[in-house]
């Protein structure tokens, strides 16, 4: 059993270049989050989708967008990558929205030169 | 405001000695307190959820309990494998929001 899978593990881009972060879970969860973490902050909410066929703004949404490719799926897209985005990003699922525990995908570090 | 505070920012043991985590919290109607464990370069994974005042849970050398105003993370006699940073989130019944504290860096040290 994977559980959430996140692609890439690491990643450079340069000021101004797009990236699409993929994450996929098996564990048939209705909710899938992307996350940040940065150094002395704790873990902030990008967007989340409830369910397949909605997505939500979390607290820190600009400069980013998400599709709910499928109840599986959830990528996070940056359109113009600034380096105040260099991060280390997860995904995270739950089965329910506002219940249970978050299962976290390994994460991806990106760096933006 | 919802707010999550952990201490210390990092703690140093030596093997079998015994220490306590803080996570307090200030949220609007608690729906729970989950702590996790995340090693370097890996994502947090899930070790406990508290829902009211009084509950304990267990794992191993863990114990995890709640009052109305904070949650403590008890190790008992650590060994180095139990070196991580803990981090504490709390569920806001009111807001729907999940708040993480900055966590605590624990190194046990053989």
């Known amino acids: 059993n994977a559980g959430v899978t996140q692609t890439p593990k690491f990643q450079v881009l340069k000021t101004g270049q797009s990236m699409t972060l993929q994450c996929a879970q098996d564990?048939?969860?209705?909710?899938m989050y992307w996350y940040r973490q940065d150094p002395g902050m704790g873990l902030r909410l990008i967007y989340y989708?409830?369910?397949?066929?909605?997505?939500d703004k979390g607290e820190v949404p600009n400069g980013y967008n998400v599709s709910r490719l499928n109840k599986r799926e959830f990528s996070l897209r940056l359109e113009s990558a600034a380096p105040s985005q260099t991060s280390v990003y997860f995904c995270?699922?739950?089965?329910?929205?506002?219940?249970?525990?978050?299962?976290f995908g390994e994460g991806s570090r990106l760096t933006v030169l | 405001e919802d707010q999550v505070t952990q201490s210390p920012e990092a703690l140093r043991l030596q093997e079998g000695e015994s220490s306590s985590l803080n996570c307090s919290y200030t949220?609007?109607?608690?729906?729970?307190l989950f702590w996790y464990r995340q090693d370097p370069g890996k994502g947090p994974e899930f070790l406990f959820t508290?829902?009211?005042a009084g509950e304990e849970k267990e794992k191993e050398r863990l114990k995890a309990t709640l009052t109305k105003k904070e949650s403590f993370l008890h190790i008992t006699a650590p060994k180095p494998e139990d070196s991580a940073t803990y981090l504490c989130?709390?569920?806001?019944?009111?807001?729907?929001?999940?708040?993480f504290g900055t966590g605590t860096l624990l190194a046990v040290q053989p």
């Open positions: 989708s409830a369910s397949e066929g909605t997505t």
């Open positions: 508290l829902y009211s």
């Open positions: 564990m048939n969860h209705n909710s």
């Open positions: 949220v609007s109607g608690l729906r729970g």
């Open positions: 989130a709390v569920q806001s019944g009111a807001t729907n929001k999940l708040i």
């Open positions: 995270a699922s739950r089965g329910q929205i506002y219940t249970g525990e978050l299962f």
